[in-house]
Structures are given as C-alpha cells and as structure tokens.
C-alpha cells in the first residue's frame, strides 16, 4: 500500500505520517527532510538548494523526482511508503505515477488535509522537533513533556524556515501550484479530504478509517509483513 499525504506546512503531514508509519508499518518518505539533511550535511547538493528553501520556494522538480526515485525502486519500500511533501505540483504528480508504474507499483489513497493560514501561522510558530527522538511538539497546542529525558527542552530543535515570513511565503508557494493536483487525483478518485484543524487524535482516527476503507487494505499489510517475517 502507498500513500500519499499533503498539506500546507504545519498542516499535521508529519505528525500524522509517524502515526500511520508506526500502525501499518509503513516508510515515511518525507522529501522536505530528505532535503534538510542534505543541508545539515553540508553535501554539494545541500550548499545548492539552501537559498531556495530559505525562501520558502520548491527546489527543482528534477532534484526531488531522484530522491523519491532511490526509494520507490528499492525492494525494501516496495509498496509501503508514505509520500509526505511529494508531490507538491502537476508534473510531480504525473512523475510520481510514472515512477510508481516503472516499478510495478502504485497509490492506493491519497490525503489532503486542510487548514487556514491563522492556524499555520501558530502551529509553525510554535513547531519544534526533538533531536533525540524525531518528536513534533507545537509550544501552543501541544508542548513537549516537562520531566522526559528524552523530549527535554535543551534537545528541542526549530527547522530554520519555521518563521511567519518564509511560512507564509510556502503556504503561498503550496497554494500556487497544488489546485492541479487536487484535480489529478479527484479525477482518480483517489483523494480524501481530512479536516486538519481537529485534534490530533481524531485526525488519526479518520485517517485510520480511510486506509482500513481501501478494498483488500489488510491484504496488502499482510503480504507485506508475511513476506517481512519470511525474508528475516
Ligand atoms: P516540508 O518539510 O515538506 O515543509 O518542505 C520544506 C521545503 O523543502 C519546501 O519549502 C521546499 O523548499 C522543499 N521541498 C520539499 N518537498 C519538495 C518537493 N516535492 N518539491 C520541491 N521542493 C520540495
């Protein structure tokens, strides 16, 4: 099974694909990761695309399409992956389909979850990630907890585009360039919209309701994990 998820920033896609990761034994692909920690790393391609991130601006549709490229044709992901940030306008979503089928594969549901710019305002203001554990905390609505080791305040981390400015330049950007894509995979009926303004909890319950809702979805967690437990 593979899914794809989007939203503006802040909308809850990271958050939410953990959950989902962890429930379904998924792998989540989350391209915007992928593409901070070849900035952190100070790899040629990060020193390339630092500027362009910092704007609140996609990088090339071609430098993303080879990072989804390396996973999508390993054995290891095969039908298990989360599409988290990918694709983010027409021609990647006509490449993600593309890519899927050279590989035998393809996108069972797709989630689109939606909130306001008020709300992202706060949640990216807010937003900070544990270095230790890969957490998701929001200083407003859902703070990390007082006397945990691991989640302490000294490990907790903002990402370096979580300000208004370049938060409201992506919410822009994701605006820009998604309408198209909301129609390519209605056309498909393969999108679900999902109210991201609720609760956490409730938002992973929905989602859960709508993976268990794809025809033959525990067929394919089986297969997986049967061939998981073989293979080990
Ligand atoms: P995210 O972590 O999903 O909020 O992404 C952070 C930043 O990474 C975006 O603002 C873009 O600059 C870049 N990025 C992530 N995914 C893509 C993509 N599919 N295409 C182009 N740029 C991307």
């Known amino acids: 099974m593979n899914l794809v998820i989007f939203g503006p920033p802040g909308a809850g896609k990271g958050t939410q694909s953990k959950f989902i990761v962890n429930k379904y034994n998924l792998y989540q692909l989350s391209t915007g990761e992928l593409l901070r920690k070849e900035i952190i790393n100070k790899t040629p391609l990060g020193s390339e695309i630092s500027s362009t991130m910092n704007s609140g601006k996609l990088v090339s549709d071609k430098i993303a399409s080879d990072l989804i490229e390396k996973f999508i044709s390993n054995n290891e992901y095969?039908?298990?992956?989360?599409?988290?940030?990918?694709?983010?306008?027409?021609?990647?979503?006509?490449?993600?389909?593309?890519?899927?089928?050279?590989?035998?594969?393809?996108?069972?549901?797709?989630?689109?979850?939606?909130?306001?710019?008020?709300?992202?305002?706060?949640?990216?203001?807010?937003?900070?990630?544990?270095?230790?554990?890969?957490?998701?905390?929001?200083?407003?609505?859902?703070?990390?907890?007082?006397n945990s080791d691991c989640c302490a305040s000294r490990f907790l981390q903002k990402r370096s585009d979580d300000t208004l400015d370049i938060s409201i330049s992506r919410y822009q950007t994701y605006e820009k360039n998604i309408k198209p894509v909301v129609d390519y995979y209605n056309e498909s009926k393969l999108l679900k919209v999902v109210n991201g303004e609720k609760q956490i909890n409730e938002i992973t319950n929905e989602i859960s309701g709508l993976i268990e809702g794809i025809k033959g979805w525990l067929c394919v967690i089986t297969q997986y994990n049967y061939a998981g437990n073989l293979n080990s």
């Open 78 to 146: 095969k039908n298990r992956l989360i599409f988290d940030g990918y694709p983010r306008n027409e021609i990647q979503a006509e490449n993600l389909n593309k890519l899927l089928s050279k590989y035998n594969q393809k996108i069972n549901l797709v989630l689109k979850l939606s909130v306001s710019l008020d709300i992202i305002k706060k949640r990216i203001i807010g937003r900070c990630v544990c270095s230790i554990c890969g957490k998701i905390y929001n200083e407003f609505f859902n703070p990390a907890p007082v």
